[in-house]
């Protein structure tokens, strides 16, 4: 009978806590058109992870530090897939920066590394940032650094923070500190509207900035190798036209509108050119312009489709998408200061369909979309040995894009009838990340360079 | 004729029409919910792979993007607000990653080239699109491919160049929002735009 009685009360008090949350979520709907705002969802650690722990940084003043650094260092790292920080209730200590650490306690713990840090206000608006990973066996330490910062960079020093243990622990230099471009879309099912939006935020989802807002498509965001600039496709004129726009002031200007297709801008990594697709002499053809003077250099000649240029990081080839041999294949062709400078070559032979690739940023590999049994997956493509991996198992994905370090691959797929981003480690190893939007879809994720300190 | 029989015979014809109407509008509601636009119900009598029902199918398309038409103003006599004419179909459709136009789309394209050869003043836009499938700067270039293949049919049939805008959006404009075979069928298409 009790039982019956809590049963009922259990039912009773869930029901305005769900109300109060539909309204919640319905206000965040009504409130916030805006703003595209990313969602982050963590889908769970990994066994295989190495354990580290990051003890809360400490913080003089009475209540908390502006910015939980410790908790962005150990989502960032938990994220790599590459690593497992302790939860907060398996430390068994809080050590101070240069005070008493009990060694043997932390021998307990899984963890082989231990961070410790602090955050302390300096004067106005400016803190001081300082942290220190130490082997929990040798106990000595393995790197420190310190920051002096304004309250709205202490996210970045997170960042820079986790890239220098990432640096540390793998030998390979970490990529949070960096940002990526992506495109959302929002259907309004009554007016058939939609909006598209242009942002930029940090490699973790957070401190999202509008680029672009428009009712028409946007397309292909591309980052100029300094990360101050980006190209994309606007179709705000009832055609797509490539602008240049500069992230600090917004200033932008077009580059290519040409007559039919202007598209799949891709910056050489010189800065000084770009790839491009256009159809202005009847079909889809590459070229390459030279952004300060617009003077156009044609590279592919074909009556079928050549599109989504990628530069090879010394600049000297470029890897296409084109149907001359019937179905979507990858090619490359090597390029000069004239242009053309050989005929294209062939990369890809397995499948009937492998397309959108981009390099890797050491140049072995390049990362592709292939049709596998009908679906559309993330593969990588050795070049050396011509070996096709295909990373993913899901089947409407697009847009890889490498991180700078060349160990993530983030891409846009599908789940639930809704657009998504998803990361995957380069050895196929599941990341437990994922980015999406309260509502509409995100997709064409662009990863930035590492940006300049 | 007597108005009696007219009237009799005009019933007989249109009965089967608005048998269709509906029977299309139903399996419009059964493969694609988040339909959003009326062309729609035009490409579900197309799906049933039968030219003349494909054009009855496309009964509300032009009649009721034609604003005249839709105000019951009265019938102008321009073929093109004649929603029993086959100018009333101004969508076709393709299979994946092809760019061939189907024996209904030649018929459809066939009238309205003769059409554009009667009015040479008229300019039309030639709007290429493409199901989600695949990546998107190769589906713009695929796109415009399937324009350019309607625009030389066109051409061919006599049409001026001048008389034709060909212009693509890839994947980024579909007309129906799932992700199934049903709502790629609809968003694989041409659009003539007056």
């Not at chain 2, 399996?27 to 119900?41: F, G, K, L, W």
Request: aromatic fraction near 8%; glycine fraction near 8%.
């Amino acid at each position: 009978m009790s039982l019956e009685a809590t049963k009922h009360m259990k039912l009773f008090t869930l029901k305005p806590i769900s109300a109060v949350i539909l309204l919640l979520i319905y206000l965040m709907f009504i409130s916030s058109p805006a703003y595209a705002v990313l969602e982050v969802e963590i889908k769970g650690g990994f066994q295989s992870a190495n354990p580290i722990a990051i003890v809360p940084f400490a913080w003089p003043r009475s209540g908390s530090a502006p910015t939980d650094i410790a908790r962005i260092v150990r989502s960032d790292l938990a994220r790599s897939g590459i690593f497992s920080p302790l939860k907060l209730n398996q430390l068994p200590e809080r050590p101070a920066l240069g005070g008493n650490i009990n060694f043997d306690r932390w021998k307990n713990t899984a963890a082989e590394q231990l961070v410790i840090g602090a955050i302390t206000p300096i004067g106005q608006d400016l803190y001081e940032v300082k942290f220190q990973m130490l082997d929990v066996f040798s106990r000595q330490e393995m790197v420190a650094y310190r920051y002096t910062v304004k309250k709205n960079q202490l996210r970045r020093v997170a960042h820079q923070i986790s890239d220098k243990i990432y640096a540390k622990l793998t030998h390979t230099r970490g990529a949070f500190d960096t940002l990526i471009a992506y495109v959302v879309v929002k259907n309004d099912p009554g007016s058939k509207k939609r909006t598209y939006t242009l942002a930029v935020a940090d490699s973790d989802g957070f401190g999202e900035q509008i680029i672009l807002k428009s009712r028409k498509p946007i397309m292909s965001p591309s980052w100029s190798p300094n990360g101050k600039r980006l190209a994309y496709v606007s179709f705000e004129k009832d055609r797509s036209i490539i602008y240049l726009q500069e992230l600090k002031t917004g200033q932008r200007k077009v580059l290519a509108q040409f007559k039919g297709i202007n598209s799949a801008p891709a910056f050489s990594p010189d800065g000084k050119r770009l790839a491009l697709t256009l159809s202005k002499d009847g079909n889809s053809e590459i070229y390459i312009m030279y952004i300060a003077s617009g003077v156009l250099q044609r590279i592919t000649n074909h009556y079928s489709i050549d599109t989504e240029p990628s530069w090879s990081s010394d600049g000297r080839s470029i890897i296409f998408t084109s149907d001359r041999a019937g179905k979507p294949q990858i090619y490359q062709i090597a390029v000069g200061p004239q242009g053309k400078a050989g005929n294209p070559r062939r990369l890809t032979y397995e499948g009937d369909y492998n397309s959108n690739a981009s390099y890797s940023p050491d140049g072995k590999n390049i990362t592709l979309i292939t049709r596998v049994q009908g679906q559309y997956r993330v593969a990588t493509l050795e070049l050396d040995t011509g070996y096709l991996q295909v990373l993913t198992h899901s089947s409407l994905d697009e847009s890889p894009s490498y991180a700078p370090n060349g160990k993530m691959i983030l891409y846009a797929t599908e789940l639930r009838g809704r657009g998504i981003l998803e990361a995957i480690a380069v050895d196929g190893r599941n990341l437990p990340q994922r980015l999406r939007v309260l509502s509409g879809d995100v997709r064409e994720p662009a990863w930035s360079p590492y940006r300049s300190q | 004729m007597t108005k009696f029989l007219k009237t009799f015979i005009l019933l007989i014809m249109i009965t089967p029409l608005l048998l269709l109407t509906a029977c299309s509008s139903t399996s419009e509601d059964e493969t694609n919910n988040a339909a959003v636009e009326d062309r729609t119900e035009g490409a579900a009598g197309t799906q049933n792979g039968e030219g003349y029902e494909g054009q009855t199918g496309g009964y509300n398309d032009s009649g009721m993007g034609d604003d005249s038409a839709m105000n019951g103003q009265s019938y102008s006599g321009d073929p093109l607000s004649d929603p029993n004419s086959p100018l009333s179909i101004r969508t076709i459709y393709f299979d994946y990653d092809s760019a061939q136009i189907s024996t209904e789309g030649q018929s459809a394209l066939n009238a309205h080239a003769e059409y554009l050869s009667l009015y040479p003043d008229k300019v039309i836009t030639i709007e290429g699109h493409t199901d989600e499938r695949g990546t998107r700067e190769y589906n713009l270039s695929l796109g415009e491919r399937r324009a350019h293949v309607v625009a030389d049919f066109m051409m061919a049939s006599g049409v001026s160049a001048q008389q034709m805008k060909v212009t693509s959006y890839g994947e980024e404009n579909p007309v129906a929002l799932d992700h199934n075979e049903s709502a790629w069928q609809l968003n694989r298409r041409v659009e003539l735009i007056y």
